[in-house]
């Protein structure tokens, strides 16, 4: 049976110290998700602007309108726009969600949220947990998108309101399973 080879000091401390730094490397590759982090919250900054000018633009035209007679109706605009802007403060959020929950699973835990509240949206345990998050908030945007084109439908049949009763009675049934689901957070 042969002898099992034997290392010089040197060469064990040249091993072990390869492996250390090759070991650094790997550990410091996470902060390759910043790649992801910083856009998210950039996207997300952004899409906040462009609701806020949205809700301001509905603001400045329900003011024309009721104040200064402006010509232009706006009761067929102002819900679906107000809608619309809705929508996208939800995705603004999931994106926040998104790149503040990949910075506190592979980067660090943010202090002042865990200080703020253990349970607060960006406090984010796994990546299960992410995703839960994440699908609530899309879930809820799915939903404003769906009523803001049901505001819109003009009924041919009463086939389509009985249509648009069982799609409204899915997404309660949808939402009720939900809040089943997170009863116990």
Same mark, same amino acid.
């Given at each position: 049976?042969? =002898? ?12 072990? *110290?390869?492996? *250390? ?38 603001? *400045? ?14 009761? =067929? ?26 910075? &506190? ?13 253990? &349970? ?15 699908? *609530? ?7 404003? =998108?769906?009523? &803001?084109?049901?505001? +819109?439908? &003009?009924?041919?049949?009463?086939? +389509? ?25």
């Amino acid at each position: 049976m042969p =002898e099992p080879a034997k290392h010089s000091p040197s060469e064990k401390t040249t091993q072990s *110290r390869l492996e *250390r730094r090759w070991e650094r490397f790997l550990w410091n590759s996470r902060f390759l998700v910043m790649a992801a982090v910083v856009p998210s919250l950039i996207g997300a900054l952004v899409l906040f602007i462009i609701g806020t000018l949205d809700i301001l633009g509905i603001v *400045r035209d329900t003011v024309a309108y009721y104040l200064l007679g402006s010509g232009m109706d706006i009761h =067929e605009t102002v819900v679906p726009s107000i809608v619309m802007a809705v929508d996208i403060y939800l995705i603004a959020i999931v994106l926040l969600i998104f790149g503040l929950g990949v910075y &506190r699973l592979f980067v660090s835990p943010i202090e002042q949220a865990e200080d703020y509240a253990p &349970r607060h949206p960006f406090n984010v345990e796994s990546f299960d947990q992410l995703k839960d998050k994440i699908a *609530r908030v899309v879930i809820l945007a799915v939903i404003i =998108e769906f009523f &803001r084109a049901v505001v +819109d439908i &003009r009924f041919q049949t009463p086939l +389509d309101a009985i249509y648009l009763a069982l799609s409204v009675l899915a997404l309660a049934i949808a939402i009720y399973l939900m809040s089943l689901t997170h009863k116990g957070e």
